[in-house]
Each structure stands twice: as structure tokens, then as C-alpha cells.
């Protein structure tokens, strides 16, 4: 490994050669923790009511959907997104080191709805371009409705519907791949690269870190993205649908 812009690069040519044709990368054993560590601080996250928690409707009742801004609560996770060769390797990819722009866990309880096909780019007004990462917390399969992408289709922000999520006709139109993953493993994808997940219609809970890096070069801006969020919450009328990002993508019923 050689050295990048003040960091270590982790990453072989094949790889960026994958990730900048495809638009994503799969990588595994980058975890500055064991397994058990970090299922146990997601578990101190979500037992957390001071932290942003969103929740939704399933068959078993109210149950959450979502954590978010946990890194300051979290000297774990903190190191995880922060510290360790994942925010490393969203350096290379974004072309210099990066900042951690977001963070979130998603967790897909029995009967926890998916996300609509969407790009991750048109939910972040306040920078020009990010990094998407998965970390599975427990494993992901289809089963318990894993990430589908879109290949090498990462280049321009494709036709959007009313709720910011990709037009049905286009859609249509692309080709996706269902991405399983293991319990701490991640998954790199661009901004723009167009993905979905399906409903857990397993009999087992999943969960998975989603953190999302920009360049340095613009700034530390998840402050920024927070404050942004939480103003626009606090104008949204009730219209009878969860809200838990900037665009309409989460597909569950409000509790």
C-alpha cells in the first residue's frame, strides 16, 4: 500500500477500475472492531430516544426504521466512520480525503418496508457530490431485502417523479443486481448510482450503517446537512407518509 494525500491507499487498481466503470464496490474486512463491538453499539444507538430516531408501522406495530446523528454518542462508530479504512477508501474514491457528510442506521425489522428506486445525490442539496457506503450489521440477502444497483449507470441524474425518486419509465428501462452481503462487509457506491431494497419478508431483523462522505475540498458540511433536515421536518405537514429523508423514498407506514 502506498501512500494518498495524507492517508493510506487501500484500494488496488483493479478495484478503482471496477468501482469508476460500475458506479460500486464491494469490499470486505475493513471493520476497526470485531462483529459483536459493533452490533453492541448499534444497539446502545437505538435504545437512544435523545438521538434522531425514525419509525414506522409494521404488522408486529411500531417499530424503528431509523437512526441518525449518532457519532458524538458513539466513540465505536465514531472510529468506524470516521477513523478506519472505510472513510480511507471513500478518499479514493471521491479523488482526496474525505469528511463524513451523514450518517445512519437503517434497520429492517420482520416486516420492514424498502426503499423506492432512487439516486442518493438529489437528497443532498447542500454539496455537489457524494459517496454512498453500506456496512452490514448483520447479513443482507434478498430474503431480508438487500441493496438492488444499477451498473455504469452513474453519470448523470436520471428522470425524476414527484417524489424525488427515479421516473417508473426508467425504471423499466435498467438492469438490476441484487448485492448480498455479510456481516461486516461494505458496499461503496456513487452518488448517482441508482439503487432500491425490497421489504424484509424474512423472519430475522437486519441492519446496516449508511454512511455518506463529500470531498474535503467542500467542506465539512454535516452540521450544515443536519440543521437543513431538521428545519425542513419541522415545516412538512402531516400528509400521512413517514418521513425520514429529503426525498420520498422510504416505502413504510407511519406509526
Known amino acids: 500500500m502506498t501512500s494518498y494525500d495524507g492517508f493510506m491507499a487501500r484500494l488496488t487498481q483493479d478495484q478503482l477500475n471496477f468501482y469508476r466503470e460500475n458506479?460500486?464496490?464491494?469490499?470486505?474486512d475493513l471493520l476497526p472492531c470485531s462483529?459483536?463491538?459493533?452490533?453492541?453499539?448499534?444497539d446502545v444507538v437505538a435504545s437512544?430516544?435523545?438521538l434522531m430516531q425514525h419509525y414506522e408501522m409494521t404488522d408486529d406495530g411500531p417499530r424503528l426504521a431509523r437512526s441518525e446523528y449518532f457519532i458524538d454518542a458513539s466513540p465505536v462508530l465514531d472510529e468506524v466512520l470516521r477513523r478506519s479504512a472505510i472513510s480511507d477508501i471513500a478518499g479514493e474514491l471521491l479523488g482526496e480525503p474525505a469528511f463524513l457528510y451523514k450518517e445512519k442506521i437503517n434497520y429492517k425489522h420482520h416486516g420492514g418496508a424498502g426503499f423506492a428506486p432512487h439516486q442518493d445525490q438529489p437528497a443532498y442539496p447542500t454539496v455537489n457530490e457524494v459517496l454512498s457506503v453500506m456496512v452490514a450489521v448483520d447479513d443482507s440477502t434478498v430474503a431480508n431485502g438487500c441493496l438492488d444497483v444499477v451498473s455504469a449507470r452513474h453519470h448523470v441524474t436520471l428522470e425524476q417523479d414527484e417524489r424525488g425518486?427515479?421516473?417508473?419509465p426508467v425504471v423499466a428501462q435498467l438492469e438490476w443486481f441484487p448485492v448480498e452481503?455479510?456481516?461486516?462487509h461494505t458496499l461503496f457506491f456513487h452518488g448517482l448510482t441508482p439503487h432500491r431494497s425490497g421489504a424484509n419478508t424474512s423472519g430475522r431483523s437486519r441492519r446496516a450503517l449508511y454512511p455518506t462522505y463529500n470531498r474535503q475540498s467542500e467542506g465539512d458540511l454535516r452540521e450544515d446537512y443536519y440543521r437543513l433536515k431538521r428545519d425542513i421536518f419541522a415545516s412538512t405537514a402531516d400528509d400521512g407518509h413517514p418521513h425520514i429523508s429529503l426525498i420520498g423514498d422510504f416505502e413504510g407506514r407511519p406509526v
Not at 458506479?23 to 470486505?28: A, D, K, M, P, S
Not at 452481503?181 to 461486516?184: E, F, H, N
Open 181 to 184: 452481503l455479510s456481516a461486516g
Open 165 to 168: 425518486c427515479i421516473a417508473a
Open 23 to 28: 458506479g460500486w464496490l464491494l469490499v470486505n
Open 35 to 42: 462483529i459483536e463491538e459493533l452490533r453492541a453499539a448499534v
Open 48 to 50: 437512544n430516544d435523545e
